[in-house]
């Protein structure tokens, strides 16, 4: 076992030395040097299975000296060699990735050995988990990427399909059946790009869904002016799917039904912390809803959705129709930050 030793007493450099010596068994090649630059040097050259490390060197002293050789060599399994007075700065080590620290004056051979061996094979299983969450993470992404993949192409054969529809009415349907799909589409896509594959940022993806729809349903409404006020919160995907497909029902709602034979006006979305919830507010200055109408209550699979996703979040619902038509969702996010 290649061992190197960086200490610059000494008199604990004959007594460690010694201490490997005697070991039967295993066959130490203990190397050492007395200071950092020295060390770097050392672990340029050669291969080492592990560190005996003592933090005050000529050159460095404390935690640097352990952040130094970590910056440079991640992989190796270091041991801190550190007197009773430094016994924080040792521990701190354990914290930042150190893998044991033994105080000098109380070490013995066996005790010296013992942690030099678990140091290295603690070290191995480390390296072996950080792997498989890599691998993990990747999946992850895959699989997020693909079920985007997925739903597009549903989006597409509904837009195929949509080819043999001759009725004007049917086709909408189509329409939005496609627009739902890609709207979930759109989640998957930013999971994927985002870091920790369960929440996205909910302001950024409506920003990106409203263009898409107003592209979509762009010869309904070519004077309509769209005013986005969103801030950047991150919402876990169990939320973000319910919300997505709830904000694309109320801004298609907005822009084929609030501004029908070329009238103008403009459609406000926000979505925002209100005291201790998040609040999506979409509203159109455009004819409104009929006042015989029962929101809560419609054969339409539209308002039916958002009334039925705004009780999968917990939230609640609030409809203004002064002056066009508002709707008002509130709910506790738990996973916000
Ligand atoms: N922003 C709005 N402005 C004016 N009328 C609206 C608005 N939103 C909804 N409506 C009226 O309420 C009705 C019901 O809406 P809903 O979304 O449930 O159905 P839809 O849009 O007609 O069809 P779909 O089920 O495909 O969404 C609409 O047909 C429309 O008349
Ligand atoms: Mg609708």
Request: with cysteine.
């Amino acid at each position: 076992m290649n061992i190197l030793l960086v200490e610059d007493n000494p008199g604990d450099v004959l007594i460690i030395d010694e201490m490997l010596k005697e070991v039967v068994g295993t066959k130490f090649n203990l190397v050492h040097t007395n200071r950092l630059d020295l060390a770097l040097k050392n672990l340029l050259k050669d291969n080492f299975d592990a560190m005996l490390l003592d933090l005050g060197l000529l050159d460095s002293q404390g935690m640097d000296t352990f952040f130094t050789i970590k910056m440079h060599s991640p992989q190796l399994p270091i041991v801190i060699l550190t007197g009773l007075a430094d016994e924080d700065f040792a521990v701190k080590a354990i914290g930042e990735g150190a893998q044991d620290y033994l105080i000098k004056g109380q070490i013995d051979g066996r005790l010296l050995i013992r942690s030099i061996k678990y140091a290295i094979e603690r070290k191995n299983s480390e390296e072996l988990i950080k792997k498989s969450l890599e691998e993990k993470k990747l999946l992850i992404k895959e699989i997020h990427h693909r079920v985007k993949n997925n739903l597009m192409v549903i989006s597409g054969l509904l837009n195929l399909q949509s080819q043999y529809i001759h009725d004007q009415n049917d086709l909408e349907f189509f329409k939005e059946s496609q627009a739902r799909a890609k709207s979930m589409a759109l989640i998957h896509e930013r999971l994927y790009q985002s870091d920790n594959f369960k929440s996205i940022d909910f302001g950024e993806y409506i920003v990106k869904l409203s263009n898409d729809l107003f592209h979509t349903y762009n010869c309904n409404a070519s004077h309509v002016k769209f005013d986005i006020k969103v801030e950047n919160i991150m919402v876990d995907v169990d939320t973000a799917i319910p919300l997505g497909l709830i904000v694309n029902e109320l801004l298609s709602n907005s822009l084929k039904h609030g501004f029908p034979d070329g009238r103008s006006g403009d459609i406000k979305i926000k979505f925002h912390h209100y005291h201790d919830k998040l609040q999506l507010i979409v509203k159109d200055n455009g004819i409104g809803l009929s006042g015989k109408m029962d929101y809560k209550n419609t054969d339409s699979l539209g308002l039916q959705l958002v009334n039925l996703l705004t009780g999968q979040i917990d939230g609640e619902l609030e409809v203004n129709m002064n002056g066009g038509t508002e709707f008002i969702i509130s709910f506790i996010e738990l996973n916000f930050n």
